[in-house]
Nanobody
Framework: QVQLVESGGGLVQAGGSLRLSCVAS????????MNWYRQAPGKQRELVAS???????NYADSVKGRFTISRDNAKNTASLQMNSLKPEDTAVYYC???????????????WGQGTQVTVSS
């Protein structure tokens, strides 16, 4: 069994910062690309940032320059540092990853349960 668990969400005022963490646990043989998504009420889920196993990153235009994604391969974790937060950043943030488990030859995509981020004006 493999699971992703997010933490670090909360309530913050505009202009503040939060750091989200995602920990992958279980029978992990290989942890490939890791992503952060977010979904606001009534809107579709969108990709915020991604990072490959080699450290290459991509960001949505709306967060570029404010958010930074990173990973620690030894600990199977990914983080999202969010600075200069805006009310429009309010959403549930989800960790997502492609993982190869022991006893499986194919990659499987996993989702965390999400963590709420609320930015007040």
């Amino acid at each position: 069994q493999v699971q992703l668990v997010e933490s670090g969400g909360g309530l913050v005022q505009a202009g503040g910062s939060l750091r989200l963490s995602c920990v992958a646990s279980g029978r992990i043989f290989n942890l490939n690309i890791m992503n952060w998504y977010r979904q606001a009420p009534g809107k579709q889920r969108e990709l915020v940032a991604s990072i490959t196993s080699r450290g290459s990153t991509n960001y949505a235009d709306s967060v570029k320059g404010r958010f930074t994604i990173s990973r620690d391969n030894a600990k199977n974790t990914a983080s999202l540092q969010m600075n200069s937060l805006k009310p429009e950043d309010t959403a549930v943030y989800y960790c997502n990853a492609d993982i190869r488990e022991y006893s499986y030859s194919r990659l499987v995509n996993y989702w965390g349960q999400g963590t709420q981020v609320t930015v007040s004006s």
